[in-house]
Nanobody
């Protein structure tokens, strides 16, 4: 059974940092693109960042570019999201996702496995 389990969320003040982790089990994703999405209350799930299977290609939403960094450790079957200079508008449930594809993608429909999400709350 494939599982993606996110961790690292919490409450932080504006300007602070958090590091999210997503551990995969049930199969290896070392040849698959991985991504992070987020969903705020009353809003649709939106793209945050994606990384190719090698880790060399990354792509970010404009709203997080320069503040967030996605990375992966294929030996640990884990993907990370380092979030710096957090803003109240970053408050959301953050979801990890894995794709059958090896090329990174910002499209939600390109992802086949999803975690349960971790809450990130940024206070002003």
């Amino acid at each position: 059974q494939v599982q993606l389990v996110e961790s690292g969320g919490g409450l932080v003040q504006a300007g602070g940092s958090l590091r999210l982790s997503c551990a995969a089990s049930g199969r290896t994703f070392s040849e698959n693109a991985m991504g992070w999405f987020r969903q705020a209350p009353g809003q649709e799930r939106e793209f945050v960042a994606t990384v190719s299977w090698t880790g060399r290609s990354t792509y970010y939403a404009d709203s997080v570019k320069g503040r967030f960094t996605i990375s992966r450790d294929n030996a640990k079957n884990t993907v990370y999201l380092q979030m710096n200079s957090l803003k109240p508008e970053d408050t959301a449930v953050y979801y990890c996702a894995a794709s059958y594809q090896s090329v990174s993608s910002p499209r939600r429909n390109d992802y086949n496995y999803w975690g349960q999400g971790t809450q990130v709350t940024v206070s002003s």
